[in-house]
T-cell receptor
Framework: NAGVTQTPKFQVLKTGQSMTLQCAQDMNHNSMYWYRQDPGMGLRLIYYSASEGTTDKGEVPNGYNVSRLNKREFSLRLESAAPSQTSVYFC??????????FGPGTRLLVL | AQSVTQLDSQVPVFEEAPVELRCNYSSSVSVYLFWYVQYPNQGLQLLLKYLSGSTLVKGINGFEAEFNKSQTSFHLRKPSVHISDTAEYFCAVSVAGGYNKLIFGAGTRLAVHP
């Protein structure tokens, strides 16, 4: 039981490049989330998926797209990376009693 | 809309001393409240949560928090901290019965000194 896994752990991109951050959970949870963490700002919600086949925008969706591939997997795509997207990205899934389980994060640097 | 304010960005404390990390929230509807901890270079881990019932909530690692509806606060306390408690702590709120969307505070960095 690995919980929530994220790949890659680290990534360096040049401005304008694209990439997909992968997230998977093996806890059979319905809801999954993508956050970004920036110093002094806590975590901010980018997109979420309340169930397989549905996705909705969060607080800071601009510049991102998501795909809920199946119940296990929820990917985040940057189509044209910008330096403002330099951040640490966390995926989470929601279990019983509202508890969110977080992955280890992906550290992204956009030059 | 909901919001969360963590009143201290950094809290230095000596080992074995008590500590309180302050959190205030704003909401016009009923909420759930959470404290998460983040150790260096790791994801977030749930410390404790208030969903309903007793306003004093006990969590892991000896932490506890008290929900105060009249003061819209959910302060985190520990009577005696250890070096290993050094981490960043996040208070979060979600709408009761909603889609579990968490609104996080900016975080409080707890630094425990020997």
């Amino acid at each position: 039981n690995a919980g929530v896994t994220q790949t890659p752990k680290f990534q360096v991109l040049k401005t304008g490049q694209s990439m997909t951050l992968q997230c998977a959970q093996d806890m059979n949870h319905n809801s999954m989330y993508w956050y970004r963490q920036d110093p002094g700002m806590g975590l901010r919600l980018i997109y979420y998926s309340a169930s397989e086949g549905t996705t909705d925008k969060g607080e800071v969706p601009n510049g991102y797209n998501v795909s809920r591939l199946n119940k296990r997997e929820f990917s985040l795509r940057l189509e044209s990376a910008a330096p403002s997207q330099t951040s640490v990205y966390f995926c989470a899934s929601v279990g019983q009693q509202e508890t969110q389980y977080f992955g280890p994060g992906t550290r992204l640097l956009v030059l | 809309a909901q919001s969360v304010t963590q009143l201290d960005s950094q809290v230095p404390v000596f080992e074995e001393a008590p500590v309180e990390l302050r959190c205030n929230y704003s909401s016009s509807v009923s909420v759930y409240l959470f404290w998460y901890v983040q150790y260096p270079n790791q994801g977030l881990q749930l410390l404790l949560k208030y969903l309903s019932g007793s306003t004093l909530v006990k969590g892991i690692n000896g932490f506890e928090a008290e929900f105060n509806k009249s003061q819209t606060s959910f302060h985190l306390r520990k009577p005696s901290v250890h070096i290993s408690d050094t981490a960043e702590y996040f208070c979060a709120v979600s709408v009761a019965g909603g889609y579990n969307k968490l609104i996080f505070g900016a975080g409080t960095r707890l630094a425990v000194h020997p």
